[in-house]
């Protein structure tokens, strides 16, 4: 079936190093995409998001790029800081339009 | 401002006791109202949605079910638990379906 999927369960990264995490799509018709951060015992909380009639979005620290030739979606953070680590998910609008698909999550873990 | 609020935050329950978890959200009007079940290390699955007052959409089989009596209400049920229905379980909301969900901080289900 059409999922939401990540290439990486964890990634480690040094403070003040840049992180980048991937996410891959399989659903063509999808034209909605968000990335969420989770800490541990909390809700998800929304970082940034992309339509599919844009490549690039950038917020404070973080770029998100959307490449729909091969289904694949990035999130970028410059200079990690050790607040950053948590859990981060990718999320595909669905072809109801009313919810959304969550991929596995990617675990960060910032070192000193 | 809007602002979503769950509760209880923990709750331990025996198996075949009923469940009733509350949702609502403030500051906003007839939003989109998701539940979602995460397990230890995992996704977010989706298991019910509501677009309008009692109109319920629900994503997987189970013992749970789904009520929204008001506008900005959403109400988990259940009339007896399951060993498998332990997890964390998060509320949220949306403007419209290919808009940011917004999360509560969730409730921690564990079942004895």
């Known amino acids: 079936g059409e999922s939401v999927g990540l290439h990486l369960p964890t990634l480690s990264v040094q403070e003040g190093d840049n992180s980048i995490i991937n996410c891959a799509y399989s659903n063509s018709a999808s034209d909605y995409f968000i990335w969420y951060k989770q800490e541990s015992g909390k809700g998800p909380q929304f970082i940034i998001d992309i339509r599919s009639n844009m490549d690039k979005r950038q917020g404070q620290r973080v770029t998100v790029l959307l490449n729909k030739t091969v289904k694949h979606l990035s999130l970028q953070i410059a200079a990690t800081q050790p607040g950053d680590s948590a859990v981060y998910f990718c999320a595909e609008n669905r072809d109801s339009g009313y919810a959304l698909n969550f991929g596995k999550g990617t675990s960060l873990l910032v070192t000193p | 401002s809007q602002t979503i609020h769950q509760w209880p935050a923990t709750l331990v329950q025996p198996v075949g006791s009923p469940l009733s978890l509350e949702c609502t959200v403030e500051g906003t009007s007839n939003p989109n109202l998701y539940w979602y079940r995460q397990a230890a290390g995992r996704g977010l699955q989706l298991l019910f949605y509501?677009?309008?007052?009692?109109?319920i959409s629900s994503e997987v089989p189970q013992n749970l079910s789904a009520s929204r009596p008001q506008d900005r209400q959403f109400i988990l049920s259940s009339k007896k638990l399951l060993l498998s229905d332990s997890g964390f379980y998060l509320c949220?909301?949306?403007?419209?379906?290919?808009?940011?969900?917004?999360f509560g901080d969730g409730t921690r289900l564990s079942i004895l």
């Open positions: 509501s677009v309008g007052i009692g109109q």
């Open positions: 949220a909301w949306s403007v419209t379906g290919d808009q940011p969900q917004h």
